[in-house]
């Protein structure tokens, strides 16, 4: 009868751990394993369930962000990357990851991808 407490102890534990593997930092993880694999589909769907999950957490909207630009670049989205990339910089200045993007944004320049000047505002 004295073992019932430690194992209610064991099983909560057990729940809380196992809650915490579908965080947005596993699904963050995902993504970049899936990036590196060079799946940019999957790093898309882990990103967008990272992003579902972090909602109360926009301090990991940046990085989410970032990987979702690289992604688009990789698939010779760069316009998408671009806007993406702004968003970043506009939203989240002082990120480390924004430093990233205005990076990515200025490789993308040079190589003749985007022109700074061009505004990419939606059209209706």
């Known amino acids: 009868m004295t073992s019932r407490p430690l194992i209610y102890a064991l099983l909560t534990a057990t729940a809380l ?5 579908a965080g947005p930092h596993s699904y963050i993880d995902r993504a970049y ?6 799946s940019c589909e999957q790093a898309q769907r882990a990103l967008a369930k990272a992003e579902h999950r972090s ?3 926009s301090h990991l909207q940046p990085e989410i962000s970032l990987l ?5 670049e990789r698939q010779a989205l760069y316009l998408d990357a671009a806007q993406t990339y702004r968003f970043m ?3 989240y200045p002082h ?9 990515r944004l200025e490789t993308l320049r040079q190589l003749g991808y985007v022109d700074p000047e061009q ?6």
């Open 89 to 91: 910089i506009r939203h």
């Open 119 to 124: 505004s990419l505002e939606p059209q209706n």
């Open 95 to 103: 990120s480390e990851y924004s430093y990233r993007a205005g990076a």
């Open 33 to 38: 394993q899936a990036y590196d694999a060079g």
């Open 17 to 21: 751990l196992s809650g915490c593997a």
């Open 55 to 57: 909602r109360s957490r």
């Open 68 to 72: 979702r630009g690289l992604c688009l």
